[in-house]
């Protein structure tokens, strides 16, 4: 790739081992190449405005996008604040990034966006664990339909649940966090569908987006605590942002592994074998 064809966008770091980046310099890498620090606070819609149009009129599009914003604040709490900074960010700002980015995906371009298994496991917990409403949620998470709407309508039953104090009752699991990532999950499947040439103009052809799980990481979200570095945590984003032409969209992704159609099942299966050839590239 070019530097013309280049364009780094990362979030504020949260590794205490990670470099600092000024906005605006220019990273030479080790191995040849380098890229621009642009940065921005996704919940803000004119930070994302912005940047939209600047990686438009400097590189003219984007190959590859990785969603790695993300916070979890106090995760097994209810007060409204904590439901609203988990939601804000880890659904609607990071919904908001994907539509301001989708219209300047190259044909052909990846779109990885950091999700959590424990969205998957939450969704999983509705169906065996929180009885007939549980089980409605459910199948309202994994609806072949699901569109925008939905999720944001799931989501603010969610938060009026946890305020009034009958969550459990109403099917919902613990986490404000799991809710949110299982929210975004539902909203890459959704977007596979939707953000189609058939379907928007200004969409290339064969764009693939997924989500995945980078795996339990040493950085501030866990408290430092996780067992993977962070270089570990970017095999996952890495390996969907190379996946080879035909790969499947709209999926969910743990440990080089894809989830099946049901995809908030526990039970992983591998890709086809034609769809993996570089996957070794990617071992942990």
Known sequence: ?????????????????????????????????????????????????????????????LDGVCHNAGIAVNADQFEVLTIDEDMGTNYFATKNAIKAFY????????ICVVSSLSGNEAVLQMKE?????????????????????HIDTLVAEYRACCVAGDREARGWPVSPYSVSKAAITAFVRYCAKEYVPEKHADVQPGVIINACCPGYCHTALTGFEGHLTTD??????????????????GKFYTQGQVAPVDYFSMEQIMLPAEAQPHLKDWAF
Do not use: H
């Open 129 to 149: 664990q929180l009885g007939d409403a549980g089980k409605a949620l459910y199948d309202r998470f994994v609806a072949e339909d699901i569109t925008e709407e």
């Open 232 to 249: 570990q945590g970017a095999v996952m984003p890495l390996m969907l942002l190379t996946l080879p032409e035909g790969s499947p969209s």
């Open 103 to 110: 219209p300047l995906m190259r044909a052909n371009g990846r």
């Open 1 to 61: 790739m070019t530097e013309a064809q280049r364009a780094a966008l990362p979030a504020d770091y949260n590794d205490e081992a990670a470099p600092s980046y000024n906005a605006g310099e220019i990273v030479e890498l080790p191995g040849g190449g380098s890229f621009e620090v642009v940065k921005m606070d996704i919940n803000k819609s004119e930070d994302l405005q912005r940047v939209a149009a600047y990686v438009k009129e400097k590189y003219g599009g």
